[in-house]
């Protein structure tokens, strides 16, 4: 049996077909690179769930990186009205699905319920100075919120330019561009005029952007701070915090 023969990657010994290192192979960006380490934590996680054998760091690590550190289910509550707390959690009646007791009552045409949920939009800094740790955070994040509304939620990347809102359903459909100056005010105002109107808007950044001096009106503006690199913004309706970004 020949044998193997796998590569300096795995061997530390260069084999002929290995590219030189000035031959134009730059490797991954810290996007592209924070992609790939997301779908292998959600996918080591995934194989948990299976009941399959991973290695137990492995395991922690997954874990460790797709731990939110902020309690949204409380915070977003919190950033809501109170008529709009007063209604979230509740349910109204809809003809879009059917009630689930109609079998007892086949002749009398019944309306399903459906549960009100607040429009929570997202505004991700895709700026330069917004490095793989930073960036790897804010994705977590953005997991959180997309499972605690429990359905598709728009999501805003800003540099100083606004791209196109993404309706994100899971966090792997998130496209992560930029790479520029820092301007998320203008990404706060794209936010903001999306129909419906959101009630929360969502900003995770390292903070080094200008800020608006208060939220869109109709709106609550929750600033996540990721890092120690700026202060904590301030404003009518602008809640702030800071947490840290991955190591």
Same mark, same amino acid.
């Given at each position: ?24 192979? *730059? ?8 992609? !790939?380490?997301?779908? !292998?934590?959600?996918?080591?996680? =995934? ?13 922690? %690590?997954?874990?460790?990186?797709? *731990?939110?550190?902020?309690? %949204? ?16 959690? =509740? ?7 059917? *009630? ?6 086949? *002749? ?59 309706? !994100? ?55 996540? !701070? ?22």
């Amino acid at each position: 049996m020949p044998a193997c023969r796998c590569g300096s990657g795995a061997g530390g010994r260069r084999e002929l077909v290995e590219l030189e290192d000035d031959e134009g192979a *730059d490797g991954l960006d810290d996007v592209d690179a924070g992609a !790939v380490r997301r779908d !292998v934590a959600h996918e080591v996680d =995934a194989a948990v769930a299976r009941g399959e054998r991973v290695s137990p760091g492995l395991v922690l %690590w997954a874990q460790a990186y797709l *731990d939110p550190q902020v309690p %949204w289910p409380r915070l977003l509550r919190s950033a809501l009205g109170r008529p709009l707390r007063a209604v979230v959690g =509740a349910s109204e009646p809809t003809w879009c699905r059917p *009630d689930r007791r109609a079998g007892t009552t086949p *002749d009398v045409l019944r309306p399903g319920r459906r549960r009100l949920r607040p429009e929570v939009a997202v505004v991700v800094d895709t700026s330069a100075s917004m490095s793989r740790p930073l960036l790897d955070a804010a994705v977590t994040e953005v997991d959180a919120i997309v499972r605690r509304c429990g359905a598709s939620t728009t999501v805003v990347v800003c540099d100083e330019v606004a791209g196109e809102p993404q309706l !994100v359903r899971t966090v792997a459909e998130l496209e992560l561009t930029g790479g520029g100056g820092t301007d998320l005010r203008v990404g706060i105002e794209a936010a903001a005029a999306l129909r419906p109107r959101p009630q929360v808007v969502v900003v995770l950044t390292d903070g080094l952007t200008p800020w608006p001096a208060a939220a869109p009106v109709g709106t609550t503006l929750v600033a996540v !701070v990721i890092g120690d690199q700026a202060p904590l913004p301030s404003g009518d309706r602008i809640v702030a915090l800071r947490v840290e970004g991955h190591r």
